[in-house]
Structure formats: structure tokens, C-alpha cells
Nanobody, 123 residues
Framework: QVQLVESGGGLVQAGGSLRLSCAAS????????MGWFRQAPGKEREFVAA???????YYVDSVKGRFTISQTNTKNTVYLQMNSLKPEDTAVYYC?????????????????WGQGTQVTVSS
């Protein structure tokens, strides 16, 4: 059974940093793309960042230069380092995994999802 478990969320002041982790288990993820999405209250789920199985990274424009996605060599853990956080980054952040991704920003191309972790940025 595939499991994705996020951790690292919390409350931080604007300008601060957080690092989210996503631990993947249940199968080998070497050929999978891993992504981070977020959903704020009353809004649709939004793509944040992704890393392909070969290591290419993708970001939504609003986080470029502030967020960094990375993964361990075993590809069983993916991280999202978030710096210079802004109140508009407040959301529940979800980790996702997919093996047939062509559009890394499309949540429909991810077959596995974590339960989410809350990130709150105060002004």
C-alpha cells in the first residue's frame, strides 16, 4: 500500500522559513515524479513545485526564488524548503506522486496523495 506522509508544517511569521518533508513508502518511487500542491480556504488546489524522476524541477512563478524542491538519493523522501514566506503562502500543503506525468502542474496526473500539512504565515 502506497503511503505519502507530510510533515514540517506550522505557524511562522512573514519572512520566515519552513521545510516540509514527504516520506513515501509502499513501493519504489525511482521512476516517479513528486510534486507539492497547496490549497487555501475557498480556493482550488494549486501547483507549487515538482521534481521529475530524472531530477528536473518545476515551480509556479509565485514561489520561484523562494522555494526549493529536492529529494533524497533513494527518492523516498522529498522536501520543500520554503524561505521568505508570505501570508499568501498560507494553505494546506500536499505531497503527490505520479508515474505518467507529462504536465507536472496538473494534479490529475498524480495518482498518490498525502493527507496534507498546514502552513500558516502571519503578517
Amino acid at each position: 500500500q502506497v503511503q505519502l506522509v507530510e510533515s514540517g508544517g506550522g505557524l511562522v511569521q512573514a519572512g520566515g522559513s519552513l521545510r516540509l518533508s514527504c516520506a513515501a513508502s509502499g513501493r519504489t518511487f525511482r521512476s516517479y515524479a513528486m510534486g507539492w500542491f497547496r490549497q487555501a480556504p475557498g480556493k482550488e488546489r494549486e501547483f507549487v513545485a515538482a521534481i521529475s524522476w530524472s531530477g528536473f524541477t518545476y515551480y509556479v512563478d509565485s514561489v520561484k526564488g523562494r522555494f526549493t524542491i529536492s529529494q533524497t538519493n533513494t527518492k523516498n523522501t522529498v522536501y520543500l524548503q520554503m524561505n521568505s514566506l508570505k501570508p499568501e503562502d498560507t494553505a494546506v500543503y500536499y505531497c503527490a506522486a505520479g508515474d505518467k506525468n507529462k504536465d507536472y502542474s496538473d494534479p490529475l496526473e498524480y495518482g498518490y496523495w498525502g493527507q496534507g500539512t498546514q502552513v500558516t504565515v502571519s503578517s
